[in-house]
């Protein structure tokens, strides 16, 4: 591990603005990944700024009904929190089947969405990953690509997005609110928070920066059967294969998306109007644009039969 310096920040905007003026650095709350990167010299920061003292670990009403989380929220927290496992149950089942109990007891909300990819060759620092290293290339088009990614990939990279709960944020229509270095505020529509590959897959998402993610806002309740399904190598905690979230109404529409399959939560708000068909024609129109390797073509299939999967759970709840 290189050398870093390390601070505490006293609030929201100095974090940000330490952030934004200081060269490579990088904030720091349960450290779940960003340590392990270190480690591996993958991430190399020169400066880690922590945030565990800035009060963004509480769980709020709104005024419309929905639900205000910390950005420091531990996922042990949020997924036992009784307003969340009563309306927004794909949640807390996400969370649930996204780690170690451990893990979860030091994981943030903002850390989760944040979290990197767990392509094996952005892993090994002996192999070419645009990802890692800009420009370099990216191993995993050529190389074993069983876990990775089918639809929205690139020349440049088809890495996958290794966060469970942020595909349960997606199908809720979660809102990511933010602070800059001066102060000003913004929220980001979780559709809009992590970037598609392209020619710059380093860049993961839409924070500008310094940046700072403050909390996640949800709407309020829909309603519905909340299904989180996940297909994983091993029953033990693993990353999906594929995985589905999906918020379901008696009449057959509902919300669906789909974790797994790409640089980030795969949703395609158009595909929900054949979910009342049923799972092959959702799922068709879904990946209409897929283009798997040789490797991971099953998981077109594997997609289709986990949505049928949780439209089962839904009628039989």
């Known amino acids: 591990m290189k050398e870093f310096t390390y601070e505490r920040a006293a609030s929201t905007q100095e974090a940000a603005a330490k952030a934004k003026e200081t060269p490579g650095a990088k904030f720091i709350a349960g450290g779940t990944n960003l340590l392990d990167l270190m480690k591996l010299e993958i991430e190399t920061p020169r400066h880690l700024i922590d945030v565990n003292g800035l009060g963004l670990d509480k769980i709020e009403n709104t005024q419309d009904g929905g639900l205000r989380i910390g950005a420091l929220v531990r996922n042990t927290a949020l997924a036992a929190d009784m307003r969340v496992r009563k309306d927004y149950g794909v949640l807390s089942r996400a969370l649930l089947a996204g780690a170690s109990g451990q893990l979860r007891n030091k994981a943030t909300t903002a850390g989760n969405l944040l979290q990197r990819t767990r392509c094996p060759y952005f892993y090994d620092i002996n192999q070419p990953c645009n990802k890692r290293s800009p420009g370099s290339g990216c191993a995993a088009i050529e190389g074993f690509s069983r876990q990775l990614g089918v639809i929205g990939t690139s020349e440049s990279c088809i890495a996958t997005n290794p966060s469970d709960m942020a595909v349960a944020m997606r199908a809720l229509d979660a809102e990511v609110e933010t602070v800059d270095d001066r102060g000003r505020t913004r929220k980001i529509p979780i559709a809009e928070f992590h970037r598609l590959p392209g020619d710059t897959p380093h860049i993961e998402t839409t924070l500008a920066s310094g940046e700072l993610i403050t909390a996640v806002t949800l709407p309020r309740p829909i309603g519905g ?7 994983r190598d091993r029953a033990s905690y693993a990353f999906a294969l594929v995985s589905v979230a999906a918020v379901l109404q008696r009449d057959g529409t509902g919300r669906v998306a789909v974790g797994g399959v790409a640089h980030r939560p795969w949703r395609v708000e158009d ?8 799972a092959k024609a959702f799922s068709a129109r879904l990946l209409a644009d897929a283009k798997p390797t040789n490797d991971n073509a099953f998981k077109i299939p594997l997609v289709e039969r986990t949505v049928a999967a949780a439209l089962n759970d839904a009628r039989q709840q």
Do not use: I, N, Q
């Open 225 to 231: 059967t909340h299904v989180y399904r996940k297909v």
């Open 271 to 278: 595909a929900e109007a054949d979910l009342p068909k049923g």
